[in-house]
C-alpha cells in the first residue's frame, strides 16, 4: 500500500510520464511554480507557468523542491549554501499569508499579503536563510 501511494505522489508531482518539467513543456495554471530539469546545463532549475508553457524563472537551483501547502513558490538550496531558501515570482499569487519567499534574483524579501506576493523589503546585500530560520535580508 505504502509504495502504490508513494507511486502516485511521484506522478502527481513529476507529472504523467515521471519526468521534471522542462522549459517549454506545456502547463495550464497561470502562475504556479515547479521544480524543473535543464538538459542543457544538467542542473535543476525553478519554472514558472505563464498559462501556456513553463519559463525560467530561477536558474541553478541547485536542488529544489516543491514548497508544501504553495503552488507558486519553490525552494532551492544553491551550490554553496547549506539550507533551503524559498523563492517565489513577484505581483503573482500565493496561497499563505504571512508566508515569505525570495526573488528570483535574492535583491528582495517577498512577503505573501492579501493573495499577492509583494516586496517587503529590498536587500542591501542579499536575500536569505537568516540565523532566525527566517526568509531575510542577509
Not at 525552494?75 to 547549506?82: L, R, Y
Not at 528570483?104 to 532566525?132: E, H, I, Y
Amino acid at each position: 500500500m505504502k509504495a502504490t501511494a508513494l507511486g502516485l505522489l511521484m506522478v502527481l508531482l513529476l507529472g504523467c510520464d515521471g519526468k521534471e518539467p522542462e522549459m517549454g513543456d506545456i502547463c495550464t495554471v497561470l502562475g504556479i511554480m515547479a521544480c524543473g530539469f535543464d538538459p542543457a546545463t544538467r542542473t535543476e532549475i525553478g519554472l514558472w507557468c505563464d498559462g501556456a508553457a513553463y519559463l525560467l524563472e530561477i536558474d541553478d537551483c541547485g536542488e529544489c523542491s516543491h514548497v508544501i501547502g504553495s503552488e507558486t513558490a519553490v525552494a532551492c538550496k544553491k551550490p554553496g549554501n547549506t539550507e533551503y531558501v524559498t523563492y517565489a515570482k513577484k505581483s503573482q499569487r500565493c496561497e499563505k499569508a504571512g508566508a515569505g519567499a525570495c526573488t528570483n534574483d535574492s535583491k528582495s524579501v517577498l512577503t505573501c499579503s492579501n493573495g499577492t506576493w509583494t516586496v517587503l523589503q529590498t536587500c542591501a546585500n542579499k536575500c536569505g536563510m537568516t540565523p532566525n530560520n527566517a526568509i531575510g535580508c542577509i
